[in-house]
């Protein structure tokens, strides 16, 4: 069964090449993995206006943001697929990276917020990431890969590649 035309677009502009081959058909609901592991972290950490819990997830994305591999990538890559038999996780790219980037942020500034004692606030940064990194967990739309290829569309070519 082919993917539907809408998951693959999602899936292109968070940078992923989407295959035709049954393989990597079969990896596309786990590329909802670590979003999805990072949703629930950040759901926690502002339900318990945990600036702690929050910086520690911030440090996990800041990983994503930097390497090619997100924290979570690695206990999907080295535990669950040798239970289900499906194949590695594809790298992330530049926007799926720029988008734990702008989670790194958003992290570290929701739990800066609970600590200056703007609960307000960090209710609702953290609320918003929350639904941002839901919509990334179920319909692999990833807001921050929007902003980044809306950014790269209006940077000039000339010195990068096609």
Do not use: K
């Not at 790194?104 to 609702?124: H, N």
């Not at 290829?149 to 010195?159: H, K, N, V």
């Amino acid at each position: 069964m082919a993917l539907a035309e809408r998951v693959v677009r999602r899936l292109e502009m968070q940078g992923f090449s989407c295959s035709p081959d049954p393989a990597f058909r079969a990896v596309v609901p786990w590329l909802r993995f670590s979003p999805g592991l990072t949703t629930v972290g950040a759901a926690v950490g502002t339900a318990l206006a945990a600036p702690a819990v929050l910086g520690a997830l911030a440090l996990v994305t800041g990983t994503c943001a930097t390497t090619a591999r997100h924290p979570f990538d690695l206990l999907y890559d080295h535990g669950i697929r040798r239970v289900t038999g499906t194949p590695a996780l594809p790298r992330n790219e530049p926007p799926r990276r720029f988008a734990c980037a702008l989670a790194t942020v958003w992290l570290v500034a929701t739990a800066v917020a609970f600590s200056a004692g703007l609960s307000t606030l960090g209710y609702a940064l953290g609320a918003l990431l929350v639904v941002l990194g839901g919509l990334v967990a179920t319909t692999h739309f990833c807001f921050g890969s929007l902003v980044y290829r809306a950014i790269d569309r209006r940077l000039p070519t000339s010195g990068r590649e096609s």
